[in-house]
């Protein structure tokens, strides 16, 4: 597949992304094994971890009294006291998870006892179907303040073992025998069915303060609809389920109680205060109407407005007939002065006295005196009958002057009288403004008693209404239910845990292990470190001593092919009238030089070119190691005066034209050696007999050998071994390079692994139709049918885009 100009793969991904997927899909099978592993453990943990799950109950709260001073008062509520106190479902969801509440209801349902069954794996609570019934009739004061563990183990139907957690035994004992214990005394039953087939039964006693603890860290009481409504639910987790229902439904009724409990005793101190405010209230009722009493009695009244009234009609009354007497008193004085200055036969006035007496005596006078002139009139003076009628009203005259002294003096006397009772009665009037405020305020007084008694009596019988008729302070809208699938552990949560560390395990090694390796790994390494022409990779040979034959197909022949096609680029600029000499060198030892160098010359040799292979590794030769070598060559001829080159030099077989110059014995003086006019001799003569010469040199970071002759040479291959060499090594040959000490050097990367997918290492041998020219993209095909590419490659084409 061609690259784009901007270096990236299908759809603009970047090339590199492509070589990680490939570095990593690889090792698909780590992936599938250690993911295969992690589901498994998943599988197992799953099967025997304990199992958590979440029991839910939705309560409605209902009373919006509870807790305040309002509910204490409840019954002054018509007084417009205390109306705006209103619950807050935050407060009842302080009740429902406090300390109290949750305790009294594990304390009553023995929470703070457990029975446990060992398995071979895990522990599994027993509840409810116990195989044993333990009583404690005997508490010691710290019994609920311990933590403790005994196991119970039956022996028979009739007998068990006690042992404490350590399994240190404590007694054999009887079923139904008193046990003593550290906290007190038990009594054990055998309940089950079967004794023989429960065996061990771990008991266990928790501290009331943890287990509370426990509890209320488990359970959440929630509003619902974002807190706009009286609604809560309730959940809690428990390996358990039934634990969790009955927990659930346990708090509820003891919240319930609570609230019924507080209501009964916010009525029943209100009946207490209200009776003893009756009683306060009666005695000063009945001081208030007794001191009513004594002050009408103290004051003659019964009703003040009217007596009032009654004092003022008989005052009027009074007045009218004082007013009268005294009438009749002027006109008695007026008759009497009338009558003693009138004449003697003067008629007197007869209506303006009403008393009877005088009237008739002055109505007789008046008659007598009309006949005596009428008489008179016709009769003289001494008539006798004249006389007589005279001296009649001379007697009359002086009665009625009595009777009138004697009315005046009856008319002063009642005139006295009158205004002694006037004076009384306009004292008794002047009193009742005082009589009636004292009284009007003893009568308030009263009232205000009176009433206050009044409502207190209502309110007596109002609260043992509710007192009678008190309800729970909420509804159970929902009663405890349990979901049937675990909370914890999630099993698609922990199995996709367990695929993500199946995948991220082995990811993790891969991706560590080569961020702590420092070596070679690709070409892009290379290029990184050093402007150095890359002539290609050289993958592993299938075999240690390979050797290059005309036949070889195989990818590390296919590679030497190519590093042979693009050194020619390099030699180029050489004059075809002599040898094209390349020297092979590297870092360090065992970098694969020499069976670079032996394949290389093979290669030239396939071509029907003339090859020298040169020996010149003088110190550590290793041709012998892909051939069999005569003990002489190189360092012989040089140490040896006279000598005949040609005497060294030998035809390899299965070869036309390959010679090979072996490196000879190992001397002592190697540097001089090379140092000598001979080795200039040697190379002049061999350039004219051969058309290249592949020299094998030492390695340059050990030894200067390489240095030495490095003038004869028109080409330098620098050799780096894949998986190898250390990065950091790098740095010489591009020293070297700046430096300009190796003449036109290029680079070959040896012993590329195929099977680690790393770099171009991939795509040699017969039947991948692909190979490398010199520098990046692909070249050189052999045109010969390419084969299903692998597994993984596949997968990352697929990703891609590619679609080759």
Do not use: C
């Not at 453990?41 to 979440?54: H, V």
């Not at 395990?505 to 150095?532: A, H, M, Q, T």
């Amino acid at each position: 597949m061609k690259q784009n100009e901007t270096g990236d793969g299908p759809f603009g991904l970047d090339n590199g992304l492509k070589e990680q997927l490939e570095k990593y899909l690889f090792y698909w099978r780590w992936f599938l094994i250690s993911t295969v592993i992690a589901i498994g453990a998943a599988y197992f943990y799953l099967q025997y971890s304990t199992a958590i799950y979440k029991s839910e109950a939705i309560l409605m709260i209902k009373d919006d009294k509870r807790g305040g001073i309002a509910s204490e008062l409840s019954s002054f509520t018509d007084l417009g006291l205390f109306g705006g106190v209103k619950m807050s479902v935050d407060n009842e969801i302080e009740i429902l998870k406090s300390r109290s509440l949750v305790s009294a209801a594990l304390y009553d349902l023995d929470f703070y006892l457990s029975m446990y069954s060992e398995g071979r794996l895990k522990t599994t609570r027993i509840y409810k179907d116990y195989p044993i019934h333990i009583n404690f009739i005997e508490k010691k004061p710290d019994f609920h303040n311990k933590d403790v563990t005994l196991v119970v183990e039956t022996l028979s139907p009739t007998r068990f073992r006690l042992s404490d957690e350590a399994m240190n035994e404590l007694g054999e004992y009887k079923f139904g025998q008193t046990v003593a214990f550290r906290y007190g005394k038990m009594v054990v039953t055998n309940i089950s069915a079967t004794p023989e087939l429960h065996g061990k039964i771990i008991v266990k006693l928790s501290a009331l303060d943890r287990l509370v603890d426990s509890y209320r860290g488990r359970l959440k009481v929630e509003p619902s609809n974002d807190g706009m409504s009286s609604v809560l639910t309730l959940s809690i987790t428990d390996p358990v389920k039934q634990v969790g229902i009955d927990f659930l439904n346990e708090l509820i009724a003891k919240y319930n109680e609570d609230a019924v409990r507080d209501k009964n005793m916010v009525s029943t101190k209100t009946r207490n205060f209200i009776n003893e405010r009756l009683r306060s209230i009666s005695l000063e009722l009945d001081t208030v109407e007794t001191g009513l009493e004594d002050f009408k009695r103290r004051n003659n009244i019964t009703d003040i407005p009217t007596q009032a009234a009654l004092f003022l009609q008989t005052s009027s009354e009074f007045q009218k007939e004082v007013m009268e007497n005294e009438t009749q008193l002027n006109i008695v004085n007026y008759m009497i002065a009338f009558i003693n200055k009138s004449k003697t036969f003067e008629v007197v006035p007869p209506n303006l006295i009403t008393q009877a007496d005088a009237s008739s005596l002055i109505i007789t006078y008046n008659d007598i005196l009309t006949r005596r002139n009428r008489i008179a009139k016709g009769a003289t003076e001494e008539n006798q009958f004249v006389i007589n009628l005279n001296n009649q009203l001379a007697d009359l005259r002086l009665s009625i002057v009595k009777t009138l002294n004697n009315l005046r003096e009856t008319l002063l006397i009642k005139q006295k009288d009158l205004a002694q009772q006037e004076n009384f009665i306009t004292g008794k009037i002047q009193r009742v403004p005082a009589q009636e405020k004292e009284s009007r305020s003893i009568s308030r007084t009263q009232q205000i008693k009176e009433t206050l008694y009044l409502y207190l009596l209502q309110k007596r019988e109002e609260n043992a209404i509710s007192l009678a008729v008190t309800s729970s302070n909420s509804k159970t809208i929902d009663s405890a239910y349990s979901y049937p699938i675990p909370v914890s552990p999630n099993r698609q949560v922990v199995y996709l845990i367990a695929v993500f560390a199946g995948l991220f395990i082995p990811f993790g090694i891969i991706y560590v292990r080569d961020l702590l390796d420092n070596r070679i790994k690709s070409r892009k390494d290379i290029e990184e470190y050093i402007d150095i022409p890359f002539l290609g990779d050289v993958p592993r040979s299938e075999t240690a001593g390979e050797l290059i034959q005309e036949n070889s197909r195989s990818s590390s022949a296919e590679a030497m092919r190519i590093v042979r096609t693009n050194l020619d680029f390099v030699l180029s600029s050489v004059t075809e009238q002599r040898a094209k000499v390349v020297f092979l060198t590297s870092t360090v030892p065992k970098e694969g030089k020499t069976f670079v160098s032996v394949n290389l010359a093979g290669t030239f040799a396939l071509s029907k070119k003339r090859v020298l292979l040169v020996g010149l590794d003088i110190r550590n030769p290793k041709l012998d190691e892909y051939m069999t070598v005569p003990a002489k060559g190189v360092t012989n001829y040089l140490s040896t005066p006279n000598a005949n080159l040609d005497d060294f030099i030998f035809k390899l077989e299965g070869y036309e034209n390959f010679y090979v110059l072996p490196s000879g014995i190992i001397p002592p003086n190697p540097a001089e050696l090379l140092m000598s006019a001979k080795v200039d001799t040697m190379f002049d003569d061999l350039k004219q007999r051969f058309d290249y010469i592949v020299v094998d040199t030492a390695p340059v970071s050990l030894v200067t050998d390489t240095f030495l002759v490095a003038k004869h040479a028109d080409a330098v291959i620098y050799v780096v071994r894949f998986d190898y060499l250390d990065k950091r090594m790098l740095a010489l040959p591009r020293k070297l390079h700046e430096e300009k000490k190796l003449p036109s050097m290029s680079i070959v990367m040896n012993d590329t692994h195929v099977k680690k997918g790393y770099g171009y290492g991939y795509g040699y041998g017969y039947g991948y139709g692909y190979g490398y020219g010199y520098g990046y993209g692909y070249g050189y095909g052999y045109g010969v049918e390419k084969p299903k590419a692998p597994l993984y490659r596949r997968v990352i084409n697929f990703i891609l885009g590619n679609r080759e």
